[in-house]
T-cell receptor
């Protein structure tokens, strides 16, 4: 079993829909949780960063961490065609030098 | 401020050939990483470095070597390329004590 599991999709939704992307993990010691967005033929770029449990909102994006369930989510409100990309979750231990990535979910927003 | 740059952008190799991928960063980051990305596999860590002159193995180090002679550069070498090394390679860097990794644009490698 992988340490971080993420449904690779692909996921296709109409413009304006609310998108929910999720990851589960097995290591309860993870403390830092991130979402990276990767456009086609580009490098990943950090989208959201959360420490420990709770919610974090940034514009149309909301990241949630539920440590009791070992489950993290990224919500995109009012999705736009420009949100079409692969979304990778990543997490790390306190003081760790490495990130553990999920497989990535390919998302397409249809106009 | 160019961030993280990678050279070359694309390369085709024949089985058994060798090559070196170069990663450079101008953010004075201590830590640097090499990943490979394959369909359905996400990002897998090959090797990483926590400082000049130091390197460590990641999840999939076999067939690769690395060197960090200068703080701003991290080299990934393939001594004898194999078709299984066909992939997209990403370099990343991060400031010591931080978790946010900054990625380069990637190098696409095809081994025939």
């Amino acid at each position: 079993q992988k340490e971080v599991e993420q449904d690779p999709g692909p996921l296709s939704v109409p413009e304006g829909a609310i998108v929910s992307l999720n990851c589960t993990y097995s290591n309860s010691a993870f403390q830092y949780f991130m979402w990276y967005r990767q456009y086609s033929r580009k490098g990943p770029e950090l989208l959201m960063y959360t420490y420990s449990s709770g919610n974090k909102e940034d514009g149309r994006f909301t990241a949630q961490v539920d440590k009791s369930s070992k489950y993290i989510s990224l919500f995109i409100r009012d999705s736009q065609p420009s949100d079409s990309a692969t979304y990778l979750c990543a997490m790390s231990l306190q003081g760790a030098q490495k990130l553990v990535f999920g497989q990535g979910t390919r998302l397409t927003i249809n106009p | 401020n160019a961030g993280v740059t990678q050279t070359p952008k694309f390369r085709v190799l024949k089985t058994g050939q060798s090559m070196t991928l170069l990663c450079a960063q101008d953010m004075n980051h201590e830590y640097m990483y090499w990943y490979r990305q394959d369909p359905g596999m996400g990002l897998r860590l090959i090797h990483y470095s926590v400082g000049e002159g130091t390197t460590a193995k990641g999840e999939v180090p076999d067939g690769y070597n690395v060197s960090r002679l200068k703080k701003q550069n991290f080299l990934l070498g393939l001594e004898s390329a194999a078709p299984s090394q066909t992939s997209v390679y990403f370099c990343a860097s991060v400031l010591a004590g931080k978790e946010t990794q900054y990625f380069g644009p990637g190098t696409r490698l095809l081994v025939l």
